[in-house]
């Protein structure tokens, strides 16, 4: 199975390993640990010493039920680290759903523009996107974190998710993005419940018949937790499931995954580097 590349981003002939930084005060994962500037640029470059191909730089959350902030805010906290981290030589992405903020981060060094709302939250993007001629990640995504649980609703998840997201592919190529530049991602989590998640995960060999990079983001998710739950059936702590983690990462690797985005970088950059060297093995010689 070749590895996938993208223009612009690191090709290490396996699957790359994308770590998170938060500059958020209520992210679901690390709580905040990263919002302020300076420490969210250490961290990017701890985990680039840790092994992280890319970085992937946020300043709004996602969990559930999260409230948006104002494009102003997005923009103090992105746009100082990225540009901080891309002086120094690092590969960053920018998780944003806003146009403005997208374009202001490429200015800023980002070489990669991952969008959870695959341009729906903001129709200007697409176009912001190929202006900037970088790499796009387009998420499948049914609504914004306050509405997203009502929206899990599916016959068949992986053929659904795989029609929608053909529609957003299609959408932002005639909005003029590079054919080579998209990379899917099936949303893990988003308007997703456990059975969903665990569907697309066994599911990627059909999602790769778009023809396009997939990057998954399992770390630290709900879906993890509650298959981890306790005797009492409690979930597992976010922090509790990064072995899990590392399993998913594994399996995906092993499954083709172009990407995986993760918070604890440096055992997942020993999974994939072991799931690159099962693979060479298998290959005729």
């Known amino acids: 199975m070749t590895t996938p590349t993208v223009p612009g981003l690191p090709d290490e002939g396996r699957c790359l390993v994308m770590g998170v930084v938060n500059v958020t005060p209520d992210s679901f994962s690390d709580g905040g640990r990263w919002f302020d500037p ?29 409230v948006r902030v104002p494009p102003d805010e997005e923009l103090r906290r992105v746009v100082p680290v990225i540009r901080a981290l891309a002086a120094a030589g690092v ?23 991952n969008d959870v709302s695959g341009g729906l939250a903001d129709p200007a993007m697409p176009r912001v996107v190929a202006a900037a001629g970088v790499p796009y990640v387009v998420m499948h ?9 009502r929206r899990a609703v599916y016959s068949d998840v ?41 569907a697309l995960l066994a599911g990627m060999p059909r999602l790769a018949e778009l023809g396009r990079p997939i ?21 597992r702590p976010f922090d509790g499931c990064d072995d899990a983690t590392l ?26 580097r072991v799931a690159a060297a099962w693979q060479e093995a298998e290959e005729p010689r």
């Open 38 to 66: 300076e420490a969210a640029v250490r961290h990017g470059l701890d985990l680039v010493a840790q092994g992280a191909d890319l970085v992937d730089v946020g300043g709004e959350s996602t969990r559930p039920g999260a």
């Open 158 to 198: 992986v053929t659904e998710v795989a029609e929608e997201l053909r529609k957003r592919v299609d959408s932002v190529l005639a909005e003029g993005v590079a054919e080579d530049h998209v990379v899917i991602d099936p949303g893990l989590g988003f308007a997703k419940g456990a059975e969903h998640n665990w």
């Open 141 to 149: 995504w049914r609504g914004h974190s306050h509405e997203m649980d």
């Open 215 to 235: 990057i998954i983001g399992a770390s630290r998710k709900r879906f993890l937790g509650r298959l981890l739950a306790g005797p009492d059936g409690g979930p």
């Open 91 to 113: 590969p960053v992405s920018v998780d944003t759903m806003r146009a403005e903020v997208a374009e202001a981060a490429v200015v800023a060094g980002a070489r990669l523009v």
């Open 247 to 272: 399993a998913v990462t594994a399996l995906a690797a092993r499954a083709g995954a172009w990407c995986v985005r993760v918070h604890h970088v440096r055992s997942n950059a020993d999974a994939v």
